[in-house]
Structure formats: C-alpha cells, structure tokens
C-alpha cells in the first residue's frame, strides 16, 4: 500500500514537473514606445525593426549593433546562440523549451513563434540569414567562421565571416527599468546616517 503511494506521489511529480517545464512562454512587453519589446523568458530585449540598418559582415555587424541608439539607449550586440558559453549550440527544433534558452535567435522562433511568416509584435525580419554573436572559429569549423540563423524555417548554420548577412539587435535585460544613479545611493544612505544620528542625539 505504501509502496503503491509512494509511486502515485512520484509519478504526480514527474508530471508536475514536466507540465512545469513546457509552460507556455511568458508575453513580451512593449518598450522604447514601441521601438522594442523586452523578452521575460530569455532577459533581454529585441530592436521591434529586425532590418534597421541593411546587411552587414559579421565584424561590421558586430560593430553597429555596439554602437547602435534606440529612443536613447545604448548597448545594444547581436543575438547569442551559446548564452551559458558552452560551446554546444542547442538546435531548438530538437531540444525542450529550458535547453533551448541557450539559443536566442532559436528560441524566438521555435519556442515564441516569431519567423517571416509571423512577425508580430516585430517588423522587417528578412527572408535571409542573421547573425548572431557566436563565433564558430574551432573544429569541426574552419577559422573565420560564425554562427547565424534562418527565419524563415528555423534552420541555423554557419557562415564565413566576410559574408553579408542580415542583422537584429538586441539588449541584455529590460531596457524598461531605469538604474537609479550612484549619486542617489549616495544621497539616500547620507540622509540615513544623518537621521541615525539625529535620533541618537535625542537618546
């Protein structure tokens, strides 16, 4: 009887778990007046135009993406395909939806559904490859070699260097939360030092 408990209760936790794992990902939240949306599933946030600038080689790419402004903010880089920089790249179209988290470009379109033929929220995604930030310069890859992406069918590949191809910024985190200065810090923690001791005084 205890046994048969005991198996009920662990198979009502494998399926909590796996239930768990294959939630259906959190909605993006608008940013930037619409200029951006922040991703809750993966911390970052997409550029809402995926052709701001044309194609580009990987460098040049790399370079704009660094140097790009979006409604004031800085900052901005090409989507990761190895995030916890394992040197594996996890092909979404095979993996579950917490493996895929390593991909970015793979799991915006396997896991969220964004690709050529489903845009929205985002506009301007190029039938071509994009860029991501991943180099690919080791075996079994030859030197001047990088990562990107296809959206149209969610293959991914890599591809020399010099190759021109699409490009689609995005930004570590949410660019929605304001950091509060230092000098604020500052300020707060003086103004509780000088209540601290005015209390002190009057003990």
């Known amino acids: 009887m205890v046994y048969k408990f005991l198996m009920g209760a662990v198979g009502a936790c ?34 809402t135009n995926a052709n701001i600038d044309g194609a580009k080689n990987w460098d040049a790419a790399n370079i704009w993406a660094a140097s790009l402004d979006i409604g004031g903010v800085t900052g901005w880089r090409l989507p990761d395909m190895d995030v916890n920089n394992d040197g594996t790249i996890v092909s979404c179209g095979f993996a579950g939806e917490t493996e895929c988290k390593d991909n970015e470009m793979g799991y915006l379109f396997h896991v969220e559904g964004i690709k050529v033929s489903a845009q929205t929220p985002f506009n301007s995604i190029q039938g071509g490859r994009y860029w991501s930030n991943t180099d690919a310069a080791s075996p079994p890859y030859p030197a001047n070699y990088a ?20 490009v689609w910024a995005v930004h570590s985190g ?7 200065p230092a000098a604020v810090w ?7 030092g ?10």
């Open 186 to 192: 500052l300020f707060g923690s003086g103004l509780i």
């Open 14 to 47: 494998l399926f909590l778990t796996s239930f768990i794992g294959n939630a259906a990902p959190v909605a993006l939240e608008e940013r930037l007046g619409g200029s951006a949306y922040y991703d809750p599933n993966l911390d970052i946030t997409w550029a």
């Open 174 to 180: 949410d660019v929605g939360i304001v950091p509060v």
């Open 147 to 166: 990562w990107n992406f296809l959206f149209d069918v969610g293959n991914q590949s890599t591809s020399t260097k010099i190759g021109t191809l699409n």
């Open 194 to 203: 000088l209540i601290g001791v005015a209390r002190s005084k009057k003990s």
